[in-house]
C-alpha cells in the first residue's frame, strides 16, 4: 500500500513539474514574442522617420531650385535690351 502511495505522490510531483516548465515556457514565448515586436516597431518608426527626413530634404531643395530658377527668369525677362544692342553692333 505504501508504495502505490509513494508512486502517486511521484507521479503528481513530475507532473506539477511538468505543468510549470510548460507555463514557464508559455511565459517565456510571449515575452520574446512581446519583445521582438517592440524592437520590430521602433526600428520600422526610425526607418519611417527617417525616410520622411529625407523626403523633407528633397522637397525643400527642389523648392529652392524653383524659386531660383523663377527668380532667374524674372531678371531675364525684365532686363533691359539695350545692353545687348550695344554688344552686337
Known amino acids: 500500500m505504501t508504495f502505490i502511495v509513494i508512486e502517486g505522490q511521484n507521479a503528481r510531483q513530475i507532473y506539477e513539474k511538468m505543468r510549470r516548465q510548460a507555463a514557464a515556457l508559455r511565459i517565456q514565448a510571449y515575452y520574446r514574442m512581446f519583445h521582438a515586436r517592440k524592437v520590430y516597431r521602433a526600428v520600422s518608426f526610425a526607418s519611417i522617420d527617417i ?39
Open 51 to 89: 525616410q520622411a527626413g529625407i523626403r523633407g530634404m528633397a522637397a525643400r531643395k527642389e523648392l529652392l531650385f524653383r524659386r531660383q530658377t523663377r527668380a532667374a527668369i524674372v531678371i531675364q525677362v525684365n532686363k533691359p535690351l539695350s545692353g545687348l544692342l550695344n554688344c552686337v553692333l
